[in-house]
Nanobody
Framework: VQLLESGGGLVQPGGSLSLSCAASGFTFSAYAMNWYRQAPGKERELVATITSASGSTYYSDSVKGRFTISRDNAKNTVYLQMNSLKPEDTAVYYC????????????WGQGTQVTVSS
């Protein structure tokens, strides 16, 4: 199983970045996909979720209206489009795949750094 994030980097406030997470080794379409982030000295927090079946999405209040999660099951890839970035968005962003039935499966990527600074 592998989740490989890419697309992180340094961007100025107000700018945009697009993260990708390429999955392999499991049935991607059967998993809900999440983006988490962890800033220095803070706990890891859920940023966005997209379900496996309907593709419904969820966003934390801190990113709602600015970030968009999407998935391409044909490419086994989940994306996070981040617009209007703020310094407080600076964190390591992690891709997560989860399935709870018939039993719990939970996989993590290695993370990609996003830094928002002028």
């Amino acid at each position: 199983v592998q989740l490989l994030e890419s697309g992180g980097g340094l961007v100025q406030p107000g700018g945009s970045l697009s993260l990708s997470c390429a999955a392999s080794g499991f049935t991607f379409s059967a998993y809900a996909m999440n983006w988490y982030r962890q800033a220095p000295g803070k706990e890891r927090e859920l940023v966005a979720t997209i379900t496996s079946a309907s593709g419904s999405t969820y966003y934390s209040d801190s990113v709602k209206g600015r970030f968009t999660i999407s998935r391409d099951n044909a490419k086994n890839t989940v994306y996070l489009q981040m617009n209007s970035l703020k310094p407080e968005d600076t964190a390591v962003y992690y891709c997560n795949a989860i399935r709870v039935f018939p039993e719990l499966y939970n996989y993590w990527g290695q993370g990609t750094q996003v830094t928002v600074s002028s």
